[in-house]
């Protein structure tokens, strides 16, 4: 374990080993230097902790927990690993490639080990909320394990979401954006549940594929989608969602750093205390 307290965060490196993904993890905990005295914490996990480790992601919690912009939070990290691919995706289904095979094994890793591990870690903490957040692949495991899990988790954080993942290539005569979609589909065959709220980002230049030929890069087209399906459930923008389009947002670290502050305020956001 390596611990040092950066710029107001304390930030701890664990390395974790877990029976169900048969690997051990790196895992960094991004804790505020001082902890309210009710004890009471919002806990968010992310996917591709690498990535915002990479992005100064200590410095930045630093900034909005100093500047009084967010509520004290505990921030988790989970680094991936070499089967990425196979781990983060769907649980219900791989893509029609046979990534995301292994997505039961990271419900199992997340639910049954590392949140036991915090509990069992911060115990004298008390945590209001759960959230999940990732990137790309990272942010259809995030929303996939949300959905399945409402009872734990009340918000998520999609960042260039790979919400394109399907069922059949797209080059095949019969393939339908409606029902080939996976988590679209998902969306559509489940229950509105009143707890949970989506925040989505996306970048103008994620990409430059056009598969439907709407002059609309497929990112932007399959997140949108996922927010009308969410929609016709009864979820309400604005209330219960958010979306951020970067104009110059890549398919980057760089991009995801400019929109996890906005992410971070929309979540959990310090309401102001009037005299």
């Known amino acids: 374990?390596?611990?040092?307290?950066?710029?107001?965060?304390?930030?701890?490196?664990?390395?974790?080993?877990?029976?169900?993904?048969?690997?051990?993890?790196?895992?960094?905990?991004?804790?505020?230097?001082?902890?309210?005295?009710?004890?009471?914490?919002?806990?968010?996990?992310?996917?591709?902790?690498?990535?915002?480790?990479?992005?100064?992601?200590?410095?930045?919690?630093?900034?909005?927990?100093?500047?009084?912009?967010?509520k004290?939070?505990?921030?988790?990290?989970?680094?991936?690993?070499?089967?990425?691919?196979?781990?983060?995706?769907?649980?219900?289904?791989?893509?029609f490639k046979g990534r995301g095979a292994k997505a039961g094994l990271y419900r199992q890793f997340i639910l049954e080990e590392l949140l036991p591990f915090i509990h069992a870690r911060y115990n004298q903490l008390v945590f209001n909320e759960m959230a999940f957040a990732g990137f790309s692949l990272g942010g259809l495991s995030a929303l996939d394990l949300v959905w399945n899990h409402p009872e734990v988790f009340s918000k998520v954080g999609v960042f260039s979401g790979s919400l394109w993942w399907r069922s059949k290539d797209k080059k095949e005569k019969d393939f339908n954006e409606a029902n080939d979609r996976l988590m679209h589909r998902q969306i559509r065959q489940?229950?509105?549940?009143?707890?949970?709220?989506?925040?989505f980002q996306c970048g103008e230049l994620d990409e430059t594929e056009d598969r439907n030929g709407?002059?609309?890069?497929?990112?932007?087209?399959?997140?949108?989608?996922?927010?009308?399906?969410?929609?016709?459930?009864?979820?309400?923008?604005?209330?219960?969602?958010?979306?951020?389009?970067?104009?110059?947002?890549?398919?980057d670290v760089r991009s995801w750093a400019k929109a996890l502050p906005v992410f971070l305020k929309w979540g959990w956001r310090k309401k102001v205390q009037h005299s």
């Not at 040092?4 to 690997?23: C, D, H, I, K, Y």
Request: charged letters at 25%; glycine letters at 8%.
């Open 1 to 70: 374990m390596q611990t040092e307290l950066s710029t107001g965060v304390m930030v701890e490196t664990v390395e974790l080993p877990s029976e169900a993904l048969q690997r051990t993890i790196t895992i960094n905990f991004y804790s505020p230097a001082h902890i309210p005295a009710d004890n009471q914490l919002s806990l968010l996990l992310l996917n591709d902790g690498q990535d915002i480790e990479a992005m100064g992601f200590d410095k930045m919690l630093a900034y909005l927990l100093e500047t009084e912009a967010i």
């Open 72 to 95: 004290p939070m505990l921030c988790v990290g989970i680094h991936c690993g070499e089967e990425r691919m196979l781990e983060y995706g769907m649980i219900s289904s791989a893509d």
């Open 190 to 199: 489940g229950k509105y549940q009143p707890s949970l709220k989506f925040f």
């Open 214 to 251: 709407n002059k609309v890069i497929d990112s932007i087209d399959d997140t949108i989608d996922i927010m009308r399906e969410l929609l016709a459930k009864g979820w309400k923008e604005g209330k219960d969602m958010r979306y951020l389009q970067l104009p110059d947002g890549r398919h």
